[in-house]
């Protein structure tokens, strides 16, 4: 949960302007490429679309000698600044992004309240 609660930091810094664009992509990149390749990738597609469309390579991909799989780890490169403005764009959309706990009620309950309103009024 530290983790996601760090990324909202970041990407709520970063819109206000008190994150680098490089802070912003080191802790957008770790969490979504983190543990192994499965990090918490919750939202955060537009954001690293981005990144990796202005800074591909962002992650270096290693063998773990630990554990199966492999370890991923941050190359450390300047964040192009033609980029920041579709990053902003990108970093707005995530944080404005409604976040809800209660899920959309589906198709089947939405067209009995249609029917039901129709009938009632």
């Known amino acids: 949960m530290s983790s996601a609660t760090s990324v909202n930091d970041a990407l709520s810094g970063y819109a206000a302007g008190r994150v680098t664009a490089e802070q912003l992509v ?3 990149a770790a969490a979504y490429y983190g543990e192994g390749g499965r990090g918490t990738r919750d939202g955060l597609k537009p954001v690293i679309d981005v990144i990796e469309r202005a800074h591909p390579g962002i992650v270096e991909l290693s063998s773990a000698s630990d554990k199966p799989g492999f370890a991923v780890r941050l190359a450390e490169r300047p964040f192009p600044r033609r980029f ?3 990053l902003r764009q990108a970093v707005a959309s995530v944080v404005t992004l409604p976040q809800s706990p209660v899920p959309r009620p589906g198709l ?3 067209l009995v309240r ?3 309103k129709v009938f009632s009024a």
């Open 26 to 28: 080191a802790q957008v």
């Open 84 to 86: 920041e403005s579709e």
């Open 114 to 116: 249609a029917i039901r």
């Open 108 to 110: 089947f309950i939405r």
